[in-house]
């Protein structure tokens, strides 16, 4: 394991674990990785919701229409399943979806600590809360800032980084 994983967990002050100066490896691409992984993301999320839909049109046919009623639980069952699989891998040991496991990208802290199952699920609901109330623009704040961090990533205090895998095959020789 690497230094940059190993975490002090004494008091005080804890500097940033990436510097994008020192360490520019860790950014390299992860704004368009994070739009690749958010697609991918969204296809694991909805295949389920659009099998669950076709059962329940199937099971609405076979019971006369009765079965359509099952149609009220797909936005619940939607947001569920959406809330415990970014809690779930996200908040996992890879620190990331599978999408984000796709593009060799992880979800920190921002001083290196690995994310928590709570953390995850909060960071998926200040996405789409700022990007719903914000508008998509929010997004560009990554653009700005030199460890390409969106809007909910500055509030939770989280970081996207390549991990460590990705980050060594672009590290050059010193």
Request: with cysteine; glycine share 8%; net charge positive.
């Amino acid at each position: 394991m690497s230094d940059i994983h190993r975490i002090d967990r004494s008091e005080g002050y804890k500097p940033y674990a990436y510097d994008p100066a020192t360490q520019p490896e860790y950014f390299d691409g992860v704004l368009s990785r994070r739009i690749v992984a958010f697609c991918i993301d969204v296809v694991i999320i909805f295949a389920p919701m659009v099998l669950a839909a076709l059962f329940i049109f199937v099971f609405g046919l076979v019971t006369f229409g009765l079965g359509w009623f099952l149609f009220g639980l797909l936005s619940p069952a939607f947001v569920l399943w959406a809330l415990v699989y970014t809690g779930l891998t996200l908040g996992g040991d890879k620190c990331a979806t599978l999408g984000m496991r796709a593009v060799n990208i992880e979800m920190r802290l921002w001083y290196g600590a690995p994310m928590y199952h709570l953390l995850a699920v909060l960071s998926v609901v200040m996405f789409w809360v700022s990007v719903s109330v914000l508008t998509p623009f929010v997004l560009l704040v990554g653009l700005f800032n030199s460890r390409r961090r969106l809007l909910h990533d500055l509030i939770l205090g989280t970081i996207v980084v390549n991990n460590e895998e990705r980050a060594t095959s672009l590290r050059r020789p010193r």
